[in-house]
């Protein structure tokens, strides 16, 4: 069965330092995709960024950046010189590729970001 | 552009009561899904539908019914509800793989409907 793991709870900075946000996932699969979803305070789900298994490329975009390992099974997000808008509940999400149908998302636990002015 | 539309988004029951939670898509996606956000526990997967006409379970299917008579809707229902049923509910849709439609993965998500069983 699949799994997402973020370990941290919570995590509390101060502006402008950096961020790093742990996702450890699961699957048996060899074809599957990771993604990152930023929840705000206000409720919605915003999409952040997917990256399929077969690409291990680290990506940055604008003060984000994730880490993907394969070889650990973790895909780590790092948020530099923080923001307080940045501060939301950020999930690890892992799609299985093999299912017969559907995109259907595991997620993990979430971790809740604050940044303090 | 509507995207993804629930409704209720807030409903307060008593346990026992039914009701039906509505979630309406304007982008002509296959996949539908309901999840429920709990506190620690991230969004859990209750059904999903790869069609109109088509329904199957997630991973916390228990007490709950769904129908997706329309390709545009997917409608949620809670038969008796229970306390345990308090929770945040989101709807999402998102592309087939099978139907040759851009396929991101992604899914679009609603803006999430809170629901409190006293």
């Known amino acids: 069965a699949q799994k997402v793991t973020q370990a941290q709870t919570e995590i509390s900075v101060v502006e402008k330092e950096d961020v790093t946000l742990d996702c450890v996932y699961e699957t048996r699969d060899t074809t599957y995709y990771l993604f990152w979803y930023k929840q705000p305070p206000s409720g919605e789900l915003v999409f952040l960024i997917r990256r399929n298994s077969f690409d291990e490329q680290n990506e940055i975009s604008g003060r984000y950046s994730w880490n993907f390992q394969k070889s650990t099974s973790s895909f780590n997000f790092t948020i530099t010189a923080s923001q307080v808008v940045d501060s939301a509940v950020y999930f690890c999400?892992?799609?299985?590729?093999?299912?017969?149908?559907?995109?259907?998302?595991?997620f993990g636990g979430g971790t809740r970001v604050l940044v303090k002015p | 552009n509507a995207g993804v539309t629930q409704t209720p988004k807030f409903r307060v029951l008593k346990t026992g009561q039914s009701m039906t939670l509505l979630c309406a898509q304007d982008m002509n996606h296959e996949y539908m899904y309901w999840y429920r956000q709990d506190p620690g526990m991230g969004l859990r997967l209750i059904h999903y539908s790869v069609g109109e006409g088509t329904t199957a379970k997630g991973e916390v299917p228990d007490g709950y019914n769904v129908s997706r008579l329309k390709k545009q809707n997917f409608l949620l229902g809670l038969e008796s509800a229970a306390p345990s049923q308090t929770s945040v509910y989101f709807c999402?849709?998102?592309?087939?793989?099978?139907?040759?439609?851009?396929?991101?993965?992604?899914?679009?998500f609603g803006e999430g409907s809170r629901l409190t069983v006293l």
């Open positions: 999402a849709s998102s592309y087939s793989r099978r139907l040759g439609q851009i396929n991101t993965g992604e899914l679009f």
């Open positions: 999400a892992l799609s299985d590729e093999g299912v017969a149908a559907g995109n259907k998302l595991t």
